[in-house]
């Protein structure tokens, strides 16, 4: 069973960054695509980027693209979202998850894809 530990949250203002971590055990990391979602309050989870379990083809939410970078390091099994220019709209509970299956990278978008979570943590961004 996998376990899924994020840190970095806090609170930062209008414009500007903050880095999340999400450090994984108990099962291999490399052959597993990551993502990172969000919730606000009484909103749905929401997608917020993805990568393969290569590092390679990065995926991001409209909303976030060109402000946030995904990035992992499998030697650490730790994945990151790097995000720039907040806004208060970023505001939310970020998770971190691991793909359902290992070697799958699909539909990477829905949380039913992905098949391990952390607990979250907060972000809030003032303005």
């Known amino acids: 069973q996998v376990q899924l530990v994020e840190s970095g949250g806090g609170l930062v203002q209008a414009g500007g960054s903050v880095r999340l971590s999400c450090a994984t055990s108990g099962r291999s990391f490399s052959g597993y695509a990551m993502g990172w979602f969000r919730q606000a309050p009484g909103k749905e989870r929401e997608f917020v980027a993805s990568?393969?379990?290569?590092?390679?083809?990065?995926y991001y939410a409209d909303n976030v693209k060109g402000r946030f970078s995904i990035s992992r390091d499998n030697a650490k099994n730790t994945v990151y979202l790097q995000m720039n220019s907040l806004k208060p709209e970023d505001t939310a509970v970020y998770y971190c998850?691991?793909?359902?299956?290992?070697?799958?990278?699909?539909?990477?978008?829905?949380?039913?894809?992905?098949?391990?979570w952390g607990q979250g943590t907060q972000v809030t961004v003032s303005s």
């Open positions: 990568i393969s379990w290569t590092g390679g083809r990065p």
């Open positions: 998850a691991q793909a359902a299956k290992p070697f799958y990278y699909s539909d990477y978008e829905r949380p039913k894809s992905f098949g391990s």
